[in-house]
């Protein structure tokens, strides 16, 4: 028996969301106006399953500091034969504020070009072309993401943010943020914090309010999963942006390392490196395991200096973030006591590549999950990639005395039965149809 449901949406460039839907089961839709006929093409998506410690999307892509270039390009033509269940894009998407509003490539480093500029230009048609770029991935799979700092975009007004925010819808307010600036939700048996950190990150403020509350109520036997993403990383032994947001650490690492958060997926750099398991710089089998993988491929160069490296540890007047305050430390133990940056390839960091790529994990069962990260040259060799780990979650080993509100990472009673089968139902789906002006969706049941 068929049934069949039908949305009428005005779009241009737009995200759509669907309700009622079941979970992993195929979804066949057009978008386009039916009385001309101008119809877009059909188009499949299969919905993730329901929160479970037995079931998970069979490939999720991480993606990071995209644009849109050649190297793009092979990062998605890599990430299409993977055929991911889903994608996490952690911020950096289009870089159309590195294109002049003619068209033309800005200044790598506008404030350097311009210092009394009060805006910076941003070529908007880039974000629809952007779009049209990565239709044929997310018209299939599921893309989450979250803010990195080229979506910030400042305009007049005080105005930021605002091609992002009206372009890629986020569950904000089922997950009970209230903020496009932060959210979560569950994929099969992974529970995902997507943090902002360009959006007041102080242990005083609403988004770590949030993110307490979102915590407490995870039940971890549902999702024994937890994975966390934000834009620019806590860890990275790279010259570029090194501890750049060490402030929203410092804000935020305990917490997260209370809750037991598995992993950890940032961008920024624009190179590849993995992270053993660490706390406070400190290496901890309870820690995270914190993986960068801002190497998709934009305008900008890639990164390949290290700070660790003789003359490329950076000055207290580098990086200073977009968003926040400057809390650069000297080292107060181990290895690099006394110093800002380390003598050798700090012992937190257990692997650094400087080449384009994108990273899929695939999540077995509650215990073990594959991590690989594949390189953009090694798109024609089928087994080969830049690094390939299992993450091993043991959370007999990490049993945490000192939470708070009564939860319990393992023992879960977060959400109700009923609550979390909803949000599941509800499959966030961002899609980029270009040049339509009404859009008919339709969804059959079987
Ligand atoms: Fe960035």
Known sequence: MTTQKSFIIICWSFSFFLAGLEPGTKYFYKCGDSSIPAMSEEHVFETLPLPSPNAYPHRIAIIGDLGLTSNSSTTIDHVIVNDPSMILMVGDLTYANQYLTT????????????????IRETYQPRWDGWGRFMEPLISSSPMMVIEGNHEIEPQVSGITFKSYLTRYAVPSEESGSNSNFYYSFDAGGIHFVMLGAYVDYNSTGAQYSWLKQDLNQVDRAKTPWLVAAWHPPWYNSYSSHYQEFECMRQEMEALLYQYRVDIVFSGHVHAYERMNRVYNYTLDPCGPVYITVGDGGNIEKVDVDHADEP??????????????????????????????????????????????????LEVVNSTYALWTWH????????????????????????????LEGGGKPEDGGGLTNEAADLLARWTWFAASIEMLTVAVIWTSFY
């Open 103 to 118: 068209g033309e490539k800005g200044a790598p480093c506008y404030s350097c070009a311009f210092p009394d500029a009060p």
């Open 311 to 360: 003359g490329n540890c950076p000055s207290a007047g580098d990086n200073i973030p977009e968003f926040g305050g400057v809390c650069h430390i000297n080292f107060s133990s181990g290895p690099a006591e006394g110093k800002f940056c380390w003598d050798k390839q700090p012992e937190w960091s257990a692997f650094r590549e400087s080449s384009f790529g994108h990273g899929i």
């Open 375 to 402: 390189r953009n040259q090694d798109i024609y060799k089928d087994d080969s990639h830049g690094d390939q780990i299992y993450v091993v979650r043991q959370p007999e080993l990490c049993i945490s005395s000192t």
